[in-house]
């Protein structure tokens, strides 16, 4: 599933948020101090490109599909029917003759918690699924979803109106290699501003469908919609960190799902004031940003500190704690800053 994570992960970004709370009774007692560090997390790297073997991997579904073994390049196809006046079937080498175009987008997994790591930005390269329908002349009287099926048996839709839009992708290149067996070879779907479980991977079918189309997760009491909530990440420092001397530099990464960032801020007092971040500009719409922010501490001690952003449309980042089923998660990463010496 494209938004399962293991349990230790889950756990280690639940215990995360424990600490955080914990670590605010660091300034009080020797409890809190104790606890926050032995939840410490170090600081990230914050790039604006992912590579291709840090770039996250969840599997979708619980069927036997084996990446390495059950796809070979020379035996899959690629085939497009339903509500479709000429159907299609491409081969690999077919599919790279096809006019194509290059694109920057951010992939968010659906089950990742404020500040999860399950999210990768990178450049894309593959054809258009608009172009594609429209040479086999989909019926857009009848047809309402794109139902798309992957060779580990999973399935999912997007609505035509939203197939039908320019930045919608079916890729074959990630980062200016073949896309890699992981990340859904020989084709994957490229919907920005939508959740993985809407990006199927692995792609072998392609149908126009008349009536509303319930994919795997669906069918499982999951979003439909699955369109990305704001969402924003402290890199570095790291949660309970310890600091030292006059300038400190908190970094991080943005991502406004369907929508651009404009404006990140940042709060050193519990979310109670907020100072506004520089934002690097972004190479794409479609990406998320990195935002810096230069702190001049005042005291020693910890502080309880948070980030939140707003997107192009004017609506901030939702605060409240929200677990992610059935349609993603929502809140605000904290951290604990140690400031231990000016």
Known sequence: MENRFSLKRRSLLTLTGIAAAAGLTGGCDGVGSFFGRMF???????????????????????????V??????????????GEVKKPLSLGWRELL????????????????????????NARWRGISLKKLLREAEVDEETTRDIVFRGAD?????IPLARAMQDDVMLAF????EKLPK???????LLVPGLYGIKNVKWIIEIEAYAGDYRGY??????????????????????????????????????????????KVEISLDAARTWDSCEIETP???????????????????????????????GQPQIAELIRPQPAGSSGLHTIIADVESL
Not at 49 to 58: G, Q
Not at 68 to 81: C, F, G, H, M, P
Not at 182 to 188: A, S, Y
């Open 40 to 66: 410490a997390m170090p600081p990230r790297d914050t790039n604006y490109f992912t590579e291709n073997k840090k770039f996250y991997v969840v599997n979708y579904s619980d069927s036997p599909f084996n």
């Open 68 to 81: 390495s073994r059950d796809l070979r390049q020379d035996e899959w196809r690629l085939a497009v029917k």
């Open 97 to 120: 003759n096809r006019e194509n175009f290059e694109q920057i987008s951010t992939l968010m997994c659906i089950d990742t918690l404020p500040g999860g790591d399950s999210l990768g």
């Open 153 to 157: 048996a999973y399935d999912d839709s």
């Open 173 to 176: 290149l990630m980062n200016g």
């Open 182 to 188: 992981e990340h859904g070879f020989p084709l994957r």
């Open 217 to 262: 997760w669906q069918r499982k009491g999951w979003t439909d919609d699955a369109t990305i909530k704001t969402f924003s990440r402290i890199d570095s420092p790291g949660h309970y960190q310890t600091l030292r001397g006059p300038e400190q530099r908190f970094r991080g990464i943005a991502f406004g799902g369907p929508n651009s960032i404009s």
């Open 283 to 313: 190479m794409s719409p479609y990406s998320w940003v990195i935002w810096n922010y230069t702190w001049h501490p005042h005291k020693r001690g910890k502080y309880q500190v948070a980030v939140r952003a707003v997107d192009s449309k």
